[in-house]
């Protein structure tokens, strides 16, 4: 055997320094406080930057802060008034917060989910998902093109162990063993003198399924948002409605959206049916809202008929028609001093209240001429009550018509419709009309019941009360690629539920030949994680396994079902 000596450490420039001499050298260049020589790193490049940017991206932690700045992002846009949902909110918020509306317009927070930085962090979060998936797909698809990994050395150190001895011949074990992982669902192999188990696949595949399943979700939900169509349009009893855009009352879609996405169709309501609770304390509580329409799709289409309920709304293509909204349209007419017919429509009441209490407004804009024979604009100015009671001159006291009176105040003069401001229809600008007198001089105001009618003073006209017609709101809505939500978002229930309560165990199972030639037979598992469920179903496999390899009748050391749990066990010790 040869010596070998340690290299005497260069400390000193004298080579015959005493070895104390070179230890203290060595022991005082660590002490000392002369600046050192930096290390040179080695510039990473564009390439090196780019790999380290994509690993931080497609990491954990950042698709989780991605994650959770998307849900803090979608705070403003549930609490601040938004310009794609309501345009009039934003315009008042702005008005009445001039400083503040300044900054949340610089900011974007008037149009959150289309905003650049909202749109960076929902971009980034794909991609993030993308490249976490990708990688763990291809990973899993090795997996289970590959077998379980063979048998530690020592099973015993597995946390789920049980071993027994047995006169059958080890070929017979490990074959009796091979056929009862796989009865039990396992992939098993042979693999030298020990049989490998593995099961609980759909954990990972649920995992999987839910990370792509988010993605399905965010692809949705963004083509939605670019896609999407909603309007309202309110339709009286007899008047028709078609799907184009000038027919909407209001009307709002994505950015991508073009008209020529609009589904073609048209309908008619014949009639609207609305009941009500008539007593008890849910009175006046609506029993039954439905409107009675006939539909037809494309130009050319063939009429049918159907009933359109609240939450059962009418499915033609890709669009929904739901019924929203309800109400009564007084039918009205108006004749000048001559008695010529001027106008006669059922005009749209808006409710106040849950009893139907209406309010709304009546313009004539041409053809009326007074007793003079001037021409001028009439606006009327009305209050609807379906249910008038004495003593309850304000309001309503039951939604259904039982004694609708219709509240008439006319003015005359110059409406201010032909000014170029738009003007709502059921506003009535008051600042270029005068009001009717009355015998007493007072404001000429009067309730009418179906059928009466007012006389405008001073032969100017008269108003008469026809009847009450009602009408109904329809949303109608387009929103492409819901189902795909839809399926995405139940995707991800099931795929999270599955990695969740599926866990992924091994099962290793030997048999060799003792030393005093009896067959001796060992059995250990190990789960992905701590569970109960290992330890109970090897315990079940073995008592089967035993039953076919009964125990010898001399020298058994472990019972057929004990399971022990040393507690010393680890992943890493399964892949020895």
């Known amino acids: 055997m040869s010596k070998t000596t340690p290299d005497t450490p260069a400390t000193s420039d004298a080579?015959?320094?005493p070895v104390g001499d070179q230890d203290l050298g060595a022991a005082g260049s660590q002490l000392s406080t002369a600046p050192k020589e930096s290390l040179s790193m080695p510039a990473l490049g564009v390439i090196g930057w780019a790999r380290w940017f994509w690993r931080q991206l497609t990491s954990m932690r950042v698709a989780l802060l991605l994650l959770l700045l998307v849900a803090l992002g979608a705070i403003p846009g549930s609490l601040i008034p938004q310009t794609g949902t309501d345009a009039t909110k934003v315009a008042d918020f702005v008005k009445n917060n001039p400083t503040l509306g300044d900054v949340y317009g610089k900011l974007g927070l008037f149009h959150v989910y289309s905003s650049v930085?909202?749109?960076?962090?929902?971009?980034?979060?794909f991609v993030s998902l993308?490249?976490?998936i990708v990688p763990r797909t291809w990973q899993f698809v090795g997996q289970l093109r590959g077998r379980p990994p063979g048998a530690p050395k020592r099973l015993t150190r597995l946390p789920a162990y049980t071993t027994w001895r047995t006169e059958a011949e080890p070929e017979q074990v490990r074959e009796a063993a091979l056929?009862?992982?796989?009865?039990?669902?396992?992939?098993?192999?042979?693999a030298g003198d020990n049989v490998a188990g593995e099961k609980g696949y759909l954990r990972e595949i649920g995992n999987l399924a839910f990370h792509i399943a988010l993605i399905v979700m965010l692809t949705a939900f963004a083509w939605g948002q670019l896609f999407k169509s909603e309007g309202n349009k309110l339709v009286v009893e007899g008047d028709g409605f078609?799907?184009?855009?000038?027919?909407?009352?209001?009307?709002?879609?994505?950015?991508?959206?073009?008209?020529?996405d609009l589904v073609p169709f048209s309908f008619t309501l014949d009639k609207?049916?609305?009941?009500?609770?008539?007593?008890?304390?849910?009175?006046?509580?609506?029993?039954?809202?439905?409107?009675?329409?006939?539909?037809?799709e494309g130009a050319y289409g063939k009429d049918h008929k159907t009933l359109v309920k609240v939450n059962e709304p009418l499915e033609i293509g890709d669009a929904?028609?739901?019924?929203?909204?309800?109400?009564?349209?007084?039918?009205?007419?108006?004749?000048?001093g001559k008695g010529n017919v001027v106008f006669h429509d059922a005009v749209a009441m808006l409710p106040l209240d849950s009893n139907v209490t209406s309010t709304g407004v009546i313009k004539v804009l041409d053809g009326y001429r007074n007793a003079q024979g001037v021409s001028e604009q009439l606006g009327i100015s009305a209050f609807f009550l379906p249910t008038y009671t004495k003593g309850s001159e304000t309001a309503s006291t039951f939604p259904a018509l039982n004694n609708p009176v219709l509240n008439l105040t006319p003015y005359h003069g110059d409406l201010g419709v032909n000014s170029g401001i738009p003007q709502s229809v059921y506003q009535l600008d008051k600042s270029h009309v005068k009001?009717?007198?009355?015998?007493?001089?007072?404001?000429?105001?009067?309730?009418?019941?179906?059928?009466?009618?007012?006389?405008?003073?001073?032969?100017?006209?008269?108003?008469?009360?026809?009847?009450?017609?009602?009408?109904?709101?329809?949303?109608?809505?387009?929103q492409p690629a819901s189902g795909w939500a839809l399926a995405g978002a139940l995707t991800a229930i099931f795929g999270l539920a599955a990695s969740l309560f599926i866990q992924r165990r091994r099962v290793w199972v030997r048999a060799v030949t003792g030393a005093d030639g009896v067959t001796v037979v060992e059995m250990a598992g190990l789960g992905r994680s701590e569970s109960a469920k290992v330890p109970e179903e090897l315990g079940e496999l073995a008592g089967v396994l035993y039953d076919q390899a009964s125990g010898a009748p001399e020298g058994t050391e472990a019972e057929p079902d004990g399971v022990s749990d040393s507690g010393a066990a680890s992943t890493e010790g399964a892949e020895n």
């Open 179 to 190: 056929a009862l992982l796989k009865k039990k669902r396992f992939r098993a192999h042979l």
């Open 242 to 260: 078609s799907n184009t855009l000038i027919s909407y009352d209001d009307f709002k879609s994505g950015n991508l959206f073009s008209t020529d």
């Open 435 to 478: 009001d009717f007198k009355d015998a007493k001089g007072q404001e000429l105001r009067d309730n009418l019941k179906p059928g009466q009618t007012m006389q405008l003073p001073n032969g100017a006209g008269s108003i008469t009360y026809e009847s009450t017609r009602q009408w109904a709101n329809f949303q109608v809505v387009q």
């Open 130 to 132: 993308i490249g976490c």
């Open 15 to 17: 080579p015959d320094a």
């Open 272 to 296: 609207f049916t609305g009941t009500y609770e008539t007593s008890g304390p849910n009175k006046g509580t609506p029993r039954l809202y439905q409107a009675a329409i006939n539909y037809s």
């Open 320 to 336: 929904k028609v739901y019924l929203t909204a309800h109400g009564y349209a007084p039918l009205i007419t108006v004749r000048d």
């Open 117 to 125: 930085w909202f749109s960076a962090v929902y971009i980034l979060l």
